[in-house]
């Protein structure tokens, strides 16, 4: 029988909140990230949340510091991310 993958063994990540100007679509934005190692995962009022492995963070970090998409904030909890960065709370879907 295979072991049971706990929350030690799952692979980390921290979500990094970013302010970006000038995309006028998700589409627009996830083009403009696909050389960085990270996954869009908000998008909303020139604010973005994206995730990153912990691996990568440091490197990923280091690149959102200028340009289109600058990092304001990151967690290992996205509550938090959200909550700093001022995202509207979305209905879970049952």
Sequence with gaps: MAKKLT????GKRRWIG??????ESR??????????PVKL?????????????LE???ET???LTSGRV????SSGKIRLVRDRMG????????
């Design 7 to 10: 929350k030690a063994l799952r």
């Design 18 to 23: 970013c302010n970006c100007d000038g995309f």
């Design 27 to 36: 589409k627009q934005l996830e083009k403009h990230l696909e050389d960085l």
């Design 41 to 53: 995962y908000d998008f909303e009022n020139d604010m973005c949340i994206v995730v990153v492995s």
């Design 56 to 58: 990568n963070y440091g």
């Design 61 to 63: 970090k280091s690149k």
């Design 70 to 73: 600058i990092s304001q904030t």
């Design 87 to 94: 995202f509207t709370r979305k209905p879970r879907k049952r």
